[in-house]
């Protein structure tokens, strides 16, 4: 049995502010999102659901995603 976490693809449309990596060993969910100030955000997150949440705080053109995640 694996202990390694599953994460979900990220939705094409989102995989220019939201990117996989992996910190200490495990994978997170990055926000690549960028401000105004041109700043990455750089939020680390274990699931897709919650990262979805999180851009819609910097966004409200992402909260149409959030259909992704109410199921």
């Given at each position: 049995m694996s202990n390694e976490l599953k994460i979900p693809e990220i939705?094409?449309?989102?995989?220019p502010v939201l990117e996989i990596v992996?910190?200490?060993?495990?994978?997170?969910?990055k926000c690549k999102?960028?401000?105004k100030d041109g700043k990455e955000c750089g939020a680390l997150f274990f699931n897709l659901s919650d990262a979805i949440r999180h851009l819609a705080t910097?966004?409200?053109k992402y909260r149409r995603f959030l259909s992704l995640?109410?199921?």
């Amino acid at each position: 049995m694996s202990n390694e976490l599953k994460i979900p693809e990220i939705p094409a449309e989102l995989r220019p502010v939201l990117e996989i990596v992996y910190e200490g060993n495990a994978p997170h969910i990055k926000c690549k999102y960028r401000g105004k100030d041109g700043k990455e955000c750089g939020a680390l997150f274990f699931n897709l659901s919650d990262a979805i949440r999180h851009l819609a705080t910097h966004d409200s053109k992402y909260r149409r995603f959030l259909s992704l995640i109410n199921t």
